[in-house]
């Protein structure tokens, strides 16, 4: 009898032993934090062999299925998506923006990079307090990423805000330095140059990094010379397929049946909406879940190198800037505190 129970206790030992070692190798969490950077060296080596470049596996896409090769790794400075049915991001393309191409089918028709059920985010006009940080955590609860097309004024009323846009992962482009129309019979060549130049000057002064070189004309205008111009700049133009006219909603649920129904006529698209608007930051956490309901997919843009801004027009935003300097006294020269 003794017996037998201590050989039931030495097997129940044993068992707990190899589960917790089975458990330590093979742990379903592990694979899932150590994939995405797992998976790239053997990608590495068989370009060895064969004259193919490597695929590179984007950063923000979840790798599921991939089974680690060596355990055990330290764990990824970016955190998985705590959300397990979240939006995310399908699939993210590099742009290379040579030559200024054009994207949205609205007006650009050359370059069509979406399959069906599948979009692109745009946000234009910020930033702006309340609505934009409330358009990031939108879009971070869904662990998914826009296009920014932020204006240069605003960039410097608010530069931390848009620091905040930059540090979540989405790009970040540029829509002028005042939101003027470009394509107005008032606006010369070079005053519709130094629009475009300054907001991104603008941009790059409130991130302190260079922009991606991603523009939205205001209003969707534009003309031959800006558009050459873009291009002689390597710089991107965004028009979009499916336009919200949030800014025209009277509430947050006509900016989501204005982007649902033109969606499902369309089945696919850059969607321009305004971080700046307050119905659309209200709108967005319904509709980015009806969107992941109807089963589109966002690809997310990235320029494949930020812009290079010009010198001038980066000191121009700088001058514009400063305020003039009327008195140099210290606060405690100027703001006395008489009661507490
Ligand atoms: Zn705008």
Redesign the pocket.
């Known amino acids: 009898m003794r017996n037998a129970l201590g050989l039931m206790l030495a097997s129940v030992g044993a068992a707990v032993v190899i589960a917790a070692v089975w458990f330590w190798t093979s742990s379903p969490r592990a694979d899932l934090t150590v994939a995405a950077t797992l998976s790239a060296p053997p990608a590495e080596r068989l370009a060895g062999t064969a004259s193919a470049k490597p695929i590179p596996i984007p950063k923000d896409v979840e790798v599921t299925a991939t089974i680690p090769a060596k355990p055990p790794v330290p764990p990824q400075p970016k955190a998985a998506c705590a959300n397990p049915d979240a939006l995310g991001v399908s699939r993210v393309v590099e742009i290379d923006t040579t030559g200024g191409p054009g994207f949205g089918f609205e007006h650009f028709k050359q370059l069509d990079l979406l399959a069906d059920k599948e979009i692109v985010l745009t946000f ?2 910020g930033p702006w307090p309340v609505n934009t940080p409330s358009v990031l955590k939108s879009l971070a609860d869904e662990c998914t990423k826009a296009v920014f ?1 932020p ?1 240069g004024k605003h960039a410097t009323y608010h530069p931390e805000i848009l620091k905040q846009v930059a540090a979540a992962g989405h790009s970040v482009g540029a ?1 002028t330095w005042s ?1 003027a129309n470009l394509n107005s019979k008032k606006m010369n060549e070079q005053q519709a140059r130094d629009e475009i130049e300054k907001g991104f000057s603008a941009v790059k002064l409130a991130l302190g990094a260079a922009p991606s070189p991603f523009f ?1 004309f ?2 969707l205008q534009h003309g031959p010379a800006t558009v050459s111009y873009l291009g002689s700049r390597n710089v991107a133009i965004f028009s979009c397929d499916l336009d919200s006219f949030d800014f025209k909603a009277k509430d947050a649920t006509q900016v989501i049946n204005s982007v649902l129904t033109k969606l499902e006529k369309s089945g696919k698209g850059i969607i321009l909406m ?1 971080d700046f608007q307050k119905h659309t930051a209200e709108a967005l956490p319904v509709l980015l879940r009806r969107l992941k309901a109807g089963g589109y997919k966002v690809v997310h843009m990235k320029a494949k190198a930020p812009l290079q801004t010009l010198a001038e027009y980066d000191e121009a935003v700088v001058k514009d800037m400063k305020l003039p300097v009327a008195s140099t006294r210290p606060v405690n020269n100027v703001v006395q505190t008489v009661t507490e």
């Open positions: 234009d006009d097309f204006i829509h939101h939205r205001p209003q305004h």
